[in-house]
């Protein structure tokens, strides 16, 4: 099974900031991997797909890039709302696992 | 309008069994597969499994195969994930999602809370 290992596991920002999470496959993925966000008691909601395809509905501000078996999502401009817990999943080969989410909080 | 409608919460004593659902609206519900995730209390996202409508394919992780099974009923649009048996740990939110054909998800259900204790 391939693992997927983000970092950091926490992160602080301020309104306004910009911020990167990346994402490790332990195998090579490809550019097989898509970005999710989800907020306390919510579903998730997809965010990018093919490494750093937007999913449609999703703001600009929010890039994904990478290949192989390192990527990265990176938030401009962060506002209230993109607080939240963020997780990437590689879908080259089953099982489709994530990462074990990225926790990002107010400074 | 894509949605995923699943059942509600649950809550049940070990050892019973238990099926939720998960209703399409909105898209072929046969061209899609339809993905199953936990999350555990406090937890991260795993993976449980994939199923194609169209022909009752599936993908199983290791960690679920033989304890959770898959299916769905093209007639009602609806797919299902059903233990025979429940266990204290098997307490969590499970989501469905729509996955495209041999790609990413792009769609999430609501989640069902399923609570299992004695």
């Known amino acids: 099974d391939i693992q997927m290992t983000q970092s950091p596991s926490s992160l602080s920002a301020s309104v306004g900031d910009r911020v990167t999470i990346t994402c490790r496959a332990s195998?090579?993925?490809?550019?097989?991997l898509a970005w999710f966000q989800q907020k306390p008691g919510k579903a998730p909601k997809s965010l990018i797909y093919a490494a750093s395809s937007l999913q449609s509905g999703v703001p600009s501000k929010f890039s994904g890039s990478g290949s192989g078996t390192n990527f990265s999502l990176t938030i401009s401009s962060l506002q209230p709302e993109d607080f939240a817990t963020y997780y990437c999943q590689q879908y080259s080969s089953f099982p489709h696992s994530f990462g074990q989410g990225t926790k990002l909080e107010i400074k | 309008e894509v949605q995923l409608v699943q059942s509600g919460t649950e809550v049940k004593k070990p050892g019973e069994s238990l099926r939720i659902s998960c209703e399409a609206f909105?898209?072929?519900?046969?061209?899609?597969?339809i993905a199953w995730v936990r999350q555990m209390p406090g937890k991260g996202l795993e993976w449980i499994g994939v199923?194609?409508?169209?022909?009752?394919?599936?993908r199983y992780s290791p960690s679920f195969r033989g304890h959770v099974t898959m299916s769905v009923d093209k007639s009602i649009n609806t797919a299902f994930l059903y233990w025979s048996s429940l266990e204290a740990a098997d307490s969590a939110i499970f989501y469905c999602?729509?996955?495209?054909?041999?790609?990413?998800?792009?769609?999430w259900g609501q989640g069902t809370l399923v609570t299992v204790s004695s």
């Open positions: 999602a729509r996955r495209r054909s041999g790609s990413f998800i792009d769609f």
């Open positions: 195998q090579v993925v490809y550019n097989s």
């Open positions: 199923i194609f409508p169209d022909d009752s394919d599936t």
């Open positions: 909105g898209y072929t519900f046969t061209d899609y597969w």
